[in-house]
Each structure stands twice: as structure tokens, then as C-alpha cells.
């Protein structure tokens, strides 16, 4: 095609469209966590001010669009051809990896992502032109193309927001708990008066006054504000906390929920200020790029792109497409709910199912955590200790055991002081032209004040920091990851040019396609998986009917694992083995975060079921030694071939056959009498139980004869009694598990046949 530019700019339209979609399924943890975790207003009111806090916010944003333009490299040092092949390569990348960290249900930074691959590219196009031209110029050179002064300030700033987002929330959260404590309703009202109005104020002046500094409308005002600060402020505070006062007094309004309304609606609006540069940025840029090259009448590779270095007036119909394609985004994502769990979880205040599992690193902070606690208690008087604890005395709320589901991850106290010092200091950053990332920022203030809320305790620190580091690490993986990709691909697209696009688009959709159905089958999975959150009340009936349907399911699962084993062995294939040992992974994994949450268990049985716990523990201890036993026969046959060992020989997997097919039939009806719930059928199973029995052993006499005879390999020895011995245990846990749900069940009837 004799302009192949047309096309890109296209592709980089689509881009863009699909780049909103993706980043914003990932960056609405930012603004819409603290109002869902404190349930402090409906989750269509949350999304409905969240909306309105994008789409006005969208519009504050076209003072951020310079950094895609000249914040990272210096645009007069490239023709208009590689600067559309930057624009090309950062497009691709930003989706990509925005969509593996969507799946992945992980918080990541769409500010960092949009830096890294800007660096990324321009400094491989740099090194490509270095090398390719006659300058004589070297690798040392490539500080005439990069904006180093200005890369390193943004990336110190959004490192530097790390620091202060958790120190700030922190102390913040700290002094809000000193003057509320968890006995908001208390208080006296005017406190909630002057808290409202000092939130109100503070997002008066950060969100409203300094987010008019990205739009053309500021130089109509600027009189009225610069040179009156401290008397907005002071005019604000008090109109504020009067209008607090007048709606707390007259009409009993909880000042908490405007506040935390108020809070999401700017915390919304200085996300889309501050983030919508890294959607649409570069495709802006690259239309801009593409305005100036055809006005020149130059080639495109002769046309030098200084003319990005000056300040271009953004379109405003252009941002506020954008921001509707980010609000339907918000209400439709279903991405966006994994990602949102992932702040929620480690935010909360209680105890719980912890998603992350401790490492080394959180529990050496832990114990360092601990250390400094013990020298402050020794440092300070121990009155004023013990006038700051009573302070973080929570509250015990009479609620019955159905209703613990609807209690708040935390309450609207740190729910507020999370929206507004987040909200303020990404507002700051946004009118200093600095591209703080807004999931650092809320994420840390989020850390810093449950920290500070002691809502992390002795059970729950070592997991909660654990997630905090793994999120953490995540952050600098993305940096690290899109530096290099987005080199790679500018390389290529060099190369191949307009058909290299083509392919790498291609390769975009394929890979945003499969990412979908996994995370769709994913989720899928999760909801079949055994762990249940417990909430709702456990009677008896209640627990007969989740102990069956945890039976039926091992059941089902166990035979299916056992088949593949056998199968995999007789055809010697790894890459089966593999996936097979991998299923009974999760299968282990699944049986064990039911016993992790025995405690919740036991605490929803209601009082006439207590004694059903012992019968609850003993079934899962059955279910974990059948776990076991499959896990054992799984890794024993992977390591076997793994290990490249001789086959089994014709006559140990006939035996293994047929055991298989009889275990199969057994473990059919024992899933069949659990999921129908038809209990007198267990008396049959029992009986039939020793035919199998028998044949097991009388497979590890054979064994023992041909060792004696014509066995030569002591590897297959050991394979095929290590199989033989796990299934006896596999039998024998099973064959416990019937008997003592049948004495269960019998003893159950029998009492309601007394009553």
C-alpha cells in the first residue's frame, strides 16, 4: 500500500478501544475497593458515582497526554516512520501484558506499563538508528535520544509514591482511629462534622481546583483562585463542616457515606485524569504525528518529529469518547471483579481464607514487625499504651451466624481516609504533570492503613504481607517485562514493517481470545471447586449434605486420576503423567483449604449440630489420606517415566487393569450413593470391598514370585509396590470414610425415629 500509515493508524484506533477496556478492567480496583469492602452504599450507587467520577474526569486529563508525546524520549531525534513504529510497539505490548495480569486476578500499574514500554521502544529504535547510520555515533550516544531527566524523575516519583501512599495512610488511619475509634456512633457529632468537612474541603481544593489546571476552562478562573488559597480553604472547611453539621443534626445523614460517595466520585475522576494518558496517549500522539507529517509533504522517513515536542490542544469529544468506553467498561468487566477481590482480601479487617501463602521474606518482616513492637511497648509509658489500645478496641456486634456474610471487609472509617489521601495524592500528582500510578498509590494507602488498623494480626500478618510482596514484585516484573518486550517488538516491527503489524496484531487478538476462555474456565473451575466460604448457618441436614457432595466429588475426581495413571503408564507418557499429577495437586490443595477452614466450619454449626464437628473432622481426614495416596501413586509413576526407567512389563499392567476397572466400578457407586443421597446402599459396598482387597494383595504375591523368577529391573520393582501398597491405603481410607459416615447416618435416624 503506498501510505501503509492509514492502516496503523487504524489498528492503532482499535487499539486504543481495546487498551481502555483491558487497563480499566485492572486500574477500578483503585477507586471502587473502598467503597465495596465497606458496603457503605449499594454496589449500583458505587458504580453509578464511580461513572460519573470517569466521565467528568476524562476531560481533566489532556494536560497528562505530553508525556506520551515528549515526557519519555526526545521526538525531534526520530522521523515520523519510527516514531509510528514506537507508537505501534507500545500499543501492542500495553494489551498484552494489561490482559495476562487481568487473568491473573492481579493489580498491576497501567502508568508503569505505559513508561517502561515508551523507554522500552525508543531506546531500541535509538540503538537501531546508532547502528545503522554512518554517524559513528555509540551505545554512549543514546542520552541524545532519551529524555533521561525526564524518564528518571517520573520513574522516582512513581516509586517515591510507593514510600509515601503507605506512610501517609498509615498515619492518617492512625490519628482518624486516635479521634473515632471503632465506636463511631459515640462520637459526638460535631467530630463528624468537622471530619466531613475537612474531606469535603480537601477534595474540594485537590479534585476540583487543581484538576481545572488540565483543562482549557482553568485560565477563566485562575484569577479568582491563585493568590487565595488559604481563604478557599478556610471558606471551604467551614461551609462544609456547617452543611456536615445541618445534615447530621436534621436530617440523621451518616456523613461517613457522603464522605465515602464524595470519596469514590474524585478518587474516579483523578484516575481518569491521571490514567487516561495511558490509553489513548499514544494513539493521540500518533494522530498528531500523522497531522504534521502530511502537512509537511516530506517522507516519512525524512520527516523529523519535533513538532511533538510542543504543546498541542487535546480533543475534547476525543477524551469523552474515551471516558464512555471506560464507564461501560467499569459496569461489564468481569475481570475487573477478580482483580478487585485480590485488594479486598488483603485489606480486610478479620480473619478468613487468605489467598497467598507465606514465603521467607514476609515472615522475617513479621518477626521484625513484632521486634519493633515490643521495643516501642518498652519505650513509651505504659498508660499512654494503654490509652492507645482501648482506642483499637473493636467493637463485639451480637449478629447471628446467617448473617456474618453481610458484615463490611472493614468499616467506613478507613473506608474514607483510603478515598481521600489517595484521592489528594494523585490529584498532586496529576497537576505536577507527574504520572503517578494510580494503583500504587491506592493500593499502598489500602496497606498502610489496614497496618495501621491492626487489621493485620498474629493469624493473618505472615499471609497478608506475603500478598503485599507478591503484588509488590508483580509491579517490578511489569516494569521489567514491558521494557524488554516493547524493544522486542519495535525490532520487529522495524524489520517486517506494515506485515509485520499485521502478524503482531493478529497475534494480539489470538492471544486476548485465549486469555478470555481461560480466565472463563478458570472461573468456572472456582466455582466447582470444594472450598466453600463459609457463611450461612450448618444444621445437620446441612452438614450430611456438604460432607456427600465433598465424597461424591473426590470420588469422581480420584477415579478419573486413577484411570489416567494407569493408562499414561502402559503408553509411557510424560506429558499426561504431568498433567495428571498436576490435577491431583489441586485436588490436595482444594482438601486442604477445607481443613484450613474447619475453624469457620465448626463456628456456623448451629447449637444442635455440635456434635456432628468430630464427624465433619474425621471425613475430612479420610479425604485427605485418599488425596494422599493418589498424590503418591501420581508422583511415583511421573518420576518414573520422568526418569526414563524400562516400562512396565505386559503382565504388571494387566493386573494394574484390572484393578483399575474394579476400582472404577466401586468408586462409580460410592459417587453415585453420595450424590443421590440413597445411604442404605453402603452395607453393599462394604461387602464388596474385600474382592478388591484380595486382588491387590494377590498382585504383590505375583510381583514377589517374579522378582524371585524373571523380574530384572529394581526400578520397576519399586514403581509397581509402591502403586500396589497406596491403593491398599487408598482402599482402606475409603472403606474407613463409609463406615463412619454410615455410623453417622444410623445414629441420626435413629434419633429422629426417637423423637
Known amino acids: 500500500m503506498e501510505n501503509p500509515y492509514i492502516l496503523m493508524l487504524i489498528a492503532l484506533t482499535v487499539l486504543a478501544i481495546i487498551d481502555l477496556v483491558v487497563g480499566v478492567s485492572n486500574d477500578a480496583v483503585n477507586f471502587l475497593n473502598s467503597a465495596i469492602g465497606s458496603k457503605a452504599l449499594s454496589v449500583k450507587k458505587i458504580l ?16 497528562m497526554m505530553e508525556v506520551a508525546r515528549k515526557g519519555i524520549f526526545v521526538p525531534s531525534e526520530f522521523y515520523f516512520n519510527e516514531i509510528m513504529y514506537i507508537f505501534m510497539a507500545v500499543m501492542i505490548t500495553d494489551i498484552l501484558l494489561l490482559d495476562v495480569f487481568n487473568s491473573l486476578g492481579m493489580p498491576t500499574s497501567t502508568t508503569v506499563s505505559i513508561v517502561f514500554e515508551l523507554l522500552g521502544a525508543a531506546v531500541a529504535m535509538a540503538l537501531i538508528k546508532i547502528y545503522t547510520s554512518d554517524s559513528g555515533e555509540t551505545a554512549a550516544s543514546l542520552g541524545k535520544y532519551i529524555n533521561t531527566e525526564t524518564a528518571m524523575f517520573i520513574i522516582f516519583g512513581i516509586l517515591l509514591s510507593v514510600v509515601v501512599a503507605f506512610s501517609v495512610g498509615a498515619i492518617v488511619q492512625f490519628f482518624s482511629r486516635m479521634i473515632y475509634s471503632f465506636h463511631i456512633e459515640k462520637r459526638p457529632s460535631y467530630i463528624n ?3 466531613g468537612g475537612f ?52 436530617f440523621k445523614v451518616n456523613v461517613l457515606k457522603i464522605i465515602i460517595g464524595i470519596g469514590t466520585f474524585s478518587l474516579a ?18 494522530w498528531n504525528s500523522y497531522e504534521a507529517w502530511q502537512a509537511s509533504g516530506l517522507a516519512a522517513d525524512a520527516f523529523s518529529m519535533g513538532v511533538l515536542g510542543k504543546k498541542v490542544p487535546s480533543n475534547v469529544w476525543m477524551l469523552l ?20 477481590e485480590t485488594g479486598i482480601n488483603l485489606s480486610r479487617q478479620g480473619e478468613g481464607h487468605e489467598k497467598f501463602q507465606p514465603n521467607p521474606m514476609s515472615r522475617v518482616v513479621v518477626r521484625g514487625a513484632m521486634g519493633l513492637n515490643k521495643g516501642i511497648s518498652i519505650l513509651f509509658p505504659k498508660k499512654m499504651l494503654a490509652f492507645v489500645d482501648s482506642k483499637f478496641q473493636k467493637p463485639v456486634i451480637p449478629l447471628s451466624k446467617d448473617k456474618t456474610y ?23 500528582g496529576t497537576s505536577l504533570k507527574l504520572p503517578l500510578s494510580t494503583t500504587y498509590v491506592t493500593f499502598m494507602v489500602a496497606m498502610g492503613t489496614s497496618l495501621a488498623d491492626r487489621a493485620w494480626g498474629r493469624e493473618s500478618a505472615v499471609y497478608r504481607v506475603a500478598g503485599v510482596l507478591n503484588v509488590i514484585g508483580g509491579w517490578f516484573m511489569t516494569a521489567l517485562v514491558a521494557f524488554v518486550a516493547a524493544a ?10 506494515i506485515v509485520m503489524v499485521g502478524i503482531l496484531l493478529l497475534v494480539v487478538f489470538v492471544l486476548i481470545a485465549r486469555n478470555s476462555i481461560r480466565h472463563t474456565k478458570r472461573n468456572k473451575e472456582k466455582k466447582e471447586q470444594m472450598y466453600i466460604e463459609r457463611a450461612e448457618l450448618i444444621t445437620i441436614n446441612g452438614v450430611i449434605e456438604e460432607s456427600s457432595d465433598h465424597i461424591a466429588e473426590v470420588a469422581n475426581r480420584v477415579n478419573k486420576l486413577y484411570s489416567n495413571v494407569v493408562a499414561d503408564l502402559a503408553t509411557h507418557d510424560l506429558n499426561k503423567l504431568r498433567k495428571t499429577d498436576k490435577h491431583v495437586g489441586k485436588l490436595n490443595d482444594e482438601i486442604e483449604s477445607l ?26 481426614g479420610y479425604l485427605q489420606d485418599v488425596a494422599q495416596s493418589i498424590g503418591y501413586i501420581s508422583k511415583s509413576s511421573f518420576k518414573h517415566v520422568n526418569n526414563n526407567h524400562k516400562n512396565l512389563k505386559k503382565g504388571q499392567l494387566k493386573e494394574l487393569t484390572i484393578i483399575d476397572k474394579e476400582l472404577h466400578a466401586l468408586l462409580e457407586k460410592i459417587s453415585t450413593v453420595f450424590e443421590t443421597r440413597n445411604f442404605q446402599k453402603l452395607d453393599d459396598i462394604l461387602e464388596a470391598k474385600q474382592e478388591l482387597l484380595d486382588d491387590v494383595s494377590k498382585s504383590i504375591e505375583n510381583q514377589v514370585a517374579r522378582i524371585r523368577t524373571e523380574e530384572t529391573s529394581p526400578k520397576n520393582t519399586t514403581l509397581y509396590f509402591s502403586i500396589l501398597l497406596e491403593t491398599k491405603d487408598l482402599l482402606t481410607a475409603i472403606m474407613s470414610l463409609l463406615e463412619t459416615y454410615q455410623e453417622f447416618h444410623i445414629s441420626i435416624v435413629g434419633a429422629e425415629i426417637e423423637e
Not at 485562575?222 to 453539621?245: D, P, R, T, V, Y
Not at 475522576?269 to 500518533?286: R, T, Y
Not at 458484615?407 to 494523585?426: K, Q, T, W, Y
Not at 474447619?598 to 464437628?613: M, P, Q
Open 595 to 620: 481443613k484450613d477452614g474447619v475453624f469457620y466450619f465448626i463456628k456456623s454449626l448451629d447449637e444442635t449440630s455440635l456434635h456432628a464437628s468430630r464427624f465433619y473432622l474425621l471425613v475430612l
Open 321 to 340: 469518547i474515551a471516558g464512555a468506553v471506560m464507564v461501560v467498561t467499569i459496569w461489564t468487566s468481569k475481570k475487573a471483579k477478580t482483580v478487585i
Open 488 to 497: 522486542t517488538v519495535a525490532y520487529l516491527i522495524n524489520l517486517g514493517g
Open 193 to 195: 462534622a468537622l471530619f
Open 48 to 63: 453509578i458515582i464511580a461513572s460519573l467520577g470517569v466521565f467528568v474526569g476524562s476531560v481533566t486529563s489532556s494536560g
Open 269 to 286: 475522576l483523578a484516575f481518569a485524569g491521571n490514567d487516561l494518558v495511558n490509553f489513548i496517549g499514544v494513539p493521540i500522539a500518533a
Open 199 to 250: 474531606a469535603i474541603t480537601a477534595i474540594t481544593y485537590f479534585i476540583i481546583i487543581k484538576g481545572l489546571k488540565g483543562t482549557p476552562y482553568y485560565s477563566e478562573v485562575k484569577h479568582l483562585i491563585e493568590g487565595n488559597l488559604a481563604l478557599i480553604l478556610l471558606i471551604g472547611f467551614a461551609f462544609w463542616s456547617l452543611i456536615s453539621q445541618v445534615l447530621i443534626s436534621v
Open 406 to 428: 453481610e458484615m463490611p471487609a472493614f468499616d467506613m472509617i478507613r473506608a474514607s481516609v483510603n478515598l481521600i489521601v489517595a484521592g489528594i495524592l494523585i490529584s498532586v
